[in-house]
């Protein structure tokens, strides 16, 4: 169902309104609405989300179970025995339907639950006003005329009027096309203005580059101009080579199956054998090749890795990613956060010759302070070492403010003390001295000439070798006239001196780099610190540099060199954020799976590019939303254990794809075959349908198996040729004792058409539930302890298959018991298949190489 939308409507469109007329329209006022309407409002017109994000249902899930073609034919066939009066037939047909359906329910209804808790751990939350107080609210909550504050790397939740900004760069790429960031600002606009020419408006979905701004918000969910259009920006992610490797395989046996219905039916038909029961053997036959319950295994797995992951502190926001976390082998990173404790301090305020300075301090705390954009570990340190150093800003006044961009690299604040008033700027040292004409030493102003310029240059140097970041802080005495100051004030400044910041290595942080590289992932650092900062941290942690590469070298290089040195390298230093990007691309380009991890607002281009991007708890909002994965620590050992759980994941979906084709496949080509020339149908419909569903009750138990430690020690990725020579070689053997099973029956007990279907039905029920501990692990399998789940689940049914036949309704089902020396021989030849399929499977394995 389609959102509420019964937003307060106008003739005139809210962009070309009037402000007084817009806030009488939506009720609300500067301070922001009351509380209580608030909640009024957002019962009225619902959650500020849009139809594609909708809840899932118990009943939407259970009712695609019934979707397959597959199951609508049973369903079918079922109903034409039912015409023809078969209804025990019938009524067994749809039985087992329906549980297999439930069973698939069950599953993926409750790991689809279980997605959803978790991803409410790391929901988009807005800074906004109510009754005048700044709240910290999820953006589902925001209702029409809701006051909301933005600053840089804050996604907008809705649209609406922008109210007051300073130097506000909106990117809007997702629903405009442009390329760059658009500047916004109050006012109004014509109203037949298109959505890129609505200057004074912010849209749902769109992302702020820089600056600050107030927005009084007028359409919320699905009435915005992205809910408008949601259908079609809210496109599928790329396909990962894992779902295109299942795509294919499901493609190959839909194949076979299609073929085989088709060949059998006429066959049986020919052979004069009843058309309706041709039918259901026919259809059951391909339901039982048919890896239906593979969607549901592969569901569960993943929702079961989710919740081991949110376990180790990793929330999983795109389930396909965990498989591509598992085939990681390269994962480039900053440093910050990661390699280091993110928390850090201030060791020195220093002026222009290197001594300490307390007006340095003084000058740095006042701009750190005042500042209201991007939130971020240096200005907090700033604040900290001013409080411990007992200063404070009672007597200061804030001005104005030009904020931090990416281009600029530095932040601007004008304050006012004792009816003066300046302006102070703090940033990268590049970025400061250009816009620097004089230099203060020893309380002294003079011109600041080269030989200062290569001085200052020699001590950033020396700061940065020390392990140090550095920033350059400069001022001048403004104007009292001016109440507005923008980025073309920052010029002619007096040079201050230095800041020097210290972020420690994390301990043990070199122990986990050792256990990456165990793991084969190969860990590349990206920064934009000089080259000197970023080589000593990595000695301090231990990690060797085998090639180092800047910006300024990587902005030279054509596609193709650049692919050769991204290999090679593992540290790129002063990287524009717009490089990261490319070199996420260029190892992509030479076989790499490409992990990224970032918290910036320029990091989201290089997320949505790697095959997982990762982001931290603490990134800004549109960071999180650009990945794949969201740690709730900074920490590359929490990644690490998360590397572990994707490769159990992965395993543990393969485990039923190969138990899939190595019992199924063999078994209904035996059948096929058989059809052809007994004079009777070698199984019921209803006992295939039995059979297979017995046999994939166990297959639950896979979400949860062991995993043997060769599967955690390296990438691994799905190989198609691989699994197209597990199926032939071991759908050969099972369909050998298949047919020896047959000549068991027929030649050696003389079986009847009924103790025929009864052996076959326990012969085949029984290698399919065994084969599954065999072919789950490379290592012999008594060497592999299976999950709890899996095991008993296949002990108790290998034990209800032995006694079916002899239990009181076995009948229903077509069975009847077996002579004891009959029964003695099946469990004979099943032991033998399960030896032979062991002794195989260390031989194939040795002979295929494979990237699985």
């Known amino acids: 169902m389609r959102q509420r939308s019964h937003h307060p409507r106008a003739p005139t469109p809210y962009w070309a309104e009037a402000l007084e007329g817009l806030w009488t329209r939506l009720k609300s006022q500067p301070d922001g609405l009351n509380p209580a309407e608030a909640r009024r409002r ?14 899932t249902t118990a009943l939407a899930v259970l009712l695609a179970q019934f979707k397959s073609p597959l199951v609508l034919m049973l369903v079918f066939a079922a109903s034409v025995s039912a015409l023809v009066q078969e209804w025990l037939d019938a009524f067994i047909v749809l039985l087992i339907v329906l549980g297999s359906a439930l069973l698939s329910f069950v599953q993926e209804y409750s790991a689809s639950r279980a997605v959803e808790k978790l991803l409410a751990r790391v929901q988009v939350r807005v800074w906004l006003l109510r009754g005048g107080q700044t709240l910290h609210l999820p953006a589902e909550e925001v ?6 504050l933005l600053s840089a790397g804050s996604l907008i939740p809705a649209d609406g009027r922008v109210l007051e900004a300073k130097d506000f760069f909106v990117s809007q790429a997702a629903l405009t096309g442009e390329t760059f960031p658009v500047e916004k600002r109050p006012g109004v606009v014509p109203p037949e203005a298109s959505l890129s020419e609505r200057t004074n408006c912010v849209f749902m979905g769109t992302s702020v580059r820089s600056g600050t701004a107030r927005m009084l918000v007028v359409e919320t969910g699905a009435s915005t101009a992205f809910g408008k259009i949601a259908d079609r920006l809210a496109l599928r992610p790329p396909e990962t080579e894992f779902e295109r490797g299942i795509r294919q395989f499901g493609f190959l046996l839909t194949q076979v199956m299609l073929l085989m219905v088709l060949l059998v039916f006429a066959v049986n038909v020919f052979g004069e054998k009843p058309p309706i029961d041709s039918l259901l053997f026919a259809i059951a036959l391909a339901v039982g090749l048919t890896p239906e319950l ?8 993943l929702a079961k890795g989710a919740q081991r992951m949110a376990r180790h502190g990793v929330i999983v926001r795109r389930l396909s990613a965990i498989e591509n976390l598992g085939s990681m082998d390269v994962l480039c990173t900053d440093k910050t956060g990661t390699l280091t404790e993110g928390v850090v301090r201030l060791d020195g305020a220093l002026d222009s010759g290197g001594r300490p300075s307390s007006q340095v301090l003084r000058q740095a705390f ?25 200063l404070d800003a009672a007597q200061v006044e804030k001005v104005d403010e030009i904020p931090y961009d990416f281009g600029r690299k530095r932040l601007s604040v004008v304050m006012e003390q004792s009816g003066a008033r300046m302006l102070v700027s703090k940033g990268a040292l590049e970025q400061i001295l250009e816009v620097c004409t004089d ?7 003079r011109p600041l000439d080269d030989a200062d310029l290569e001085r200052l240059e020699a001590l950033y140097s020396h700061y940065s070798e020390q392990g140090y970041r550095v920033l350059g802080l400069a001022c001048k005495p403004v104007s009292t006239q001016q109440a507005v100051f923008t980025r073309d004030d920052e010029q002619d400044l007096t040079f201050q001196g230095f800041l020097l910041f210290f972020d420690p290595p994390k301990a043990g942080v070199q122990d986990t780099l050792t256990q990456l590289a165990r793991l084969g992932v190969n860990l590349k650092i990206i920064t934009g610190d000089n080259r000197k900062v970023a080589a000593h ?8 540099v085998r090639g180092l590469l800047t910006g300024r070298e990587l902005a030279t290089l054509p596609d193709e060199a650049l692919w050769h040195q991204a290999e090679r390298c593992n540290l790129f230093v002063e990287v524009d954020p717009t490089q990261k990007e490319r070199l996420i691309l260029a190892l992509q380009k ?23 991007g990762i982001s931290v708890d603490q990134a800004v909002d549109v960071a999180k939303e650009a990945a794949d994965l969201v740690l709730l620590e900074s920490d590359l050992d929490v990644l690490r254990e998360g590397i572990e759980e994707g490769r159990k994941t992965f395993a543990n979906t393969l485990k039923y794809i190969f138990t899939t084709t190595s019992a199924n496949f063999g078994n209904m080509f035996s059948m096929a075959g058989a059809s052809a020339f007994l004079p009777f149908l070698p199984l019921l419909a209803k006992q295939i349908l039995l059979n297979n569903f017995l046999s994939d009750l166990p297959a639950v138990g896979l ?16 190989d198609m040729r691989f699994i197209r020579n597990f199926m032939v070689v071991f759908g050969l053997i099972s369909s050998v004792f298949d047919y020896l099973t047959f000549g068991l029956l027929l030649w050696v007990f003389r079986a009847s058409p009924e103790q025929f279907r009864t052996g076959w039905f326990m012969e085949s029920l029984l290698t399919e539930l065994l084969v599954a501990l065999v072919v789950r692990t490379r290592r012999p399998f008594f060497q592999s302890r299976p999950g709890r789940l899996l095991l008993w689940s296949t002990l108790l049914l290998t034990v209800l298959a032995v006694l079916m036949p002899y239990l009181p309704f076995s009948d229903v089902f077509g069975l009847v018991p077996l002579p004891y020396p009959l029964l003695l021989g099946l469990l004979g030849l099943t032991l033998l298949y399960v030896l032979l399929v062991e002794w195989v499977k260390g031989v194939f394995y040795q002979r295929f190489s494979s990237r699985v």
């Open 439 to 445: 230099l203060e030493e020893e309380g002294q102003v």
């Open 366 to 390: 006042w701009n750190a302070y005042f500042q209201t954009g991007l939130a971020n570990p240096l200005d907090q340190a700033i604040v900290e070492a001013a409080s411990r150093a007992g």
């Open 143 to 148: 209702v029409p005329g809701d006051v909301v």
């Open 294 to 301: 593979l969607p549901a295994i592969i569901g569960v797995n």
């Open 42 to 55: 957002l019962q009225q017109w619902g959650p500020n989300t849009l139809q594609a994000q909708r809840r």
């Open 537 to 544: 941290l990595a000695a301090q942690v231990g990690m060797e």
């Open 703 to 718: 979400a949860t198996d062991n995993v043997d430690r060769e599967w955690l020690e390296k990438p691994h990725r799905l």
């Open 590 to 612: 030479t076989g790499h799976v490409v992990g990224y991890m970032g918290d910036g607002i320029n990091d989201a281009p290089a997320l949505h590019a790697a095959d997982v």
